[in-house]
Nanobody, 122 residues
Framework: QVQLMESGGGSVQAGGSLRLSCAASGYADSRICMAWFRQTTGKEREGVAIIHTSSGRRDIADSVKGRFDISQDAAQNTVYLQMNSLKSDDTAMYYC???????????????WGQGTQVIVSA
């Protein structure tokens, strides 16, 4: 069983930065792939960043490329989402996800955190 706990959300002005953290516990083979998704009311979850925890390979969604980055501290079993040059469109609930398969779709992920809210004001 994998458990995920996000932190680091909050309110920030446009152009600002935030760093989200996702602390993971549980079977390592169930969190080979870690990802950050975001969701706003009435919309489906959108993947923004993926990291393969074994290889370290990272993928960033085109919508946030150049502004967001994902990283990990393997010793702490923690994954981070660094968000820079934030825009009002980045306002959403951000979720951490873990699974055995890396995907931009939400279905393959087997564990989700409770989410952390990010609000970007213009």
């Amino acid at each position: 069983q994998v458990q995920l706990m996000e932190s680091g959300g909050g309110s920030v002005q446009a152009g600002g930065s935030l760093r989200l953290s996702c602390a993971a516990s549980g079977y390592a083979d169930s969190r080979i792939c870690m990802a950050w998704f975001r969701q706003t009311t009435g919309k489906e979850r959108e993947g923004v960043a993926i990291i393969h925890t074994s290889s370290g390979r990272r993928d960033i969604a085109d919508s946030v490329k150049g502004r967001f980055d994902i990283s990990q501290d393997a010793a702490q079993n923690t994954v981070y989402l660094q968000m820079n040059s934030l825009k009002s469109d980045d306002t959403a609930m951000y979720y951490c996800a873990a699974g055995r398969i890396c995907s931009w779709l939400s279905n393959p992920y087997i564990a989700w955190g409770q989410g952390t809210q990010v609000i970007v004001s213009a």
